[in-house]
């Protein structure tokens, strides 16, 4: 499954709590695509994989390491040569898109200074950048003005992240609804899942397509019928939500395969009840509710469609 903005944001909060204070001790490219760190963390020594595959874009943690290119790439030796021994200070998303930052403390015998590695995971416009100051050091994949108007992504060139989707935010209850109520109104007949999930990922930012198939599989499943999901709009006033439940990865014993889906609710009377029955609480539940003050929270509105 694709990382989306959803596995992100997740998965970052987990490797921020596992690697930072560790140090880069070796980095090494595997092939034009990939690269990885060798980060001793004090307790042990763990692979941080980068991967900006097309069809495989990645940030995670891997328990083997691939036989490295024979010579290393220009890339791979500039960030040698400002990275080695850098300690890592943060991992986090930026804002609800589909890059991960990590920050780090550069130090050598001469200066010490703060660098970012930004990781844009975006299919074929995946791309690494290593940034001081939001000026870029050198990119895995560079371009100039001839090449891309809108970003140059050469050494000295200032950073501006990549333009924006004309997509909605997860959190844009009101642009959601307004949305979804054309849609609704232009396919009254034949509406499937398949094009329901289709609507959520063109219209949604930070939504793979196999995120929301699995939405609207497991919200038809709990609904009884698709027909359920979108009713409440003309019938109710739309007060309906739709719920994305995050689980920490340590659960499931893996990083980036993190998703269970969420609740399907109905609002009458200005209070939502549930439609679709509760889960019930377990002891997991309970602690990982305890960790909600150093964690990101683990219910987040996917937008409002009512």
Known sequence: MPQDAFHIRRLTAELNTFLVGGKINRISQVNKDE??????????????????????????????EKEPAPVAPNFCMLLRKHLQGAEILAVRQYEFERIVEIDLHCTTDFSESDRTLRCELMGKYSNI??????????????SSLEDNTHR????????????????????????IRSRLEVFH?????????ETLSVWLFDNVSGLALPTAREII????????????????????????????RIVPVDRLGRVGRSLRIFRLCQGVGGED??????????????????????????DQALGALG
């Open 129 to 142: 950048i290593l940034t001081e100051n939001d000026i870029i050091l050198g990119a895995l994949k560079t």
């Open 217 to 244: 599989r497991r919200a038809e499943e709990k609904a009884g019928a698709l027909s359920l999901l979108l009713s409440p709009i003309l019938k109710l006033g739309g007060k309906c939500l739709f719920y994305l």
């Open 185 to 193: 109104s232009t396919h009254k007949e034949g509406l499937d899942g």
């Open 35 to 64: 690269l990885t760190f060798i980060i001793y963390t004090g307790k042990s020594t763990v692979k941080l994989i980068l991967s900006t595959n097309a069809s495989g874009a990645r940030v995670c943690l891997s328990a083997t």
């Open 152 to 175: 140059v992504l050469l050494a000295g060139a200032k950073y501006l992240y990549p333009a924006p989707q004309d997509k909605l935010s997860p959190f844009d209850g009101a642009g």
């Open 273 to 298: 009840q549930r439609i679709a029955a509760p889960q019930k609480e377990t002891q997991c539940d309970r602690r990982r509710q305890n960790r909600s003050d150093r964690c990101a929270p683990t």
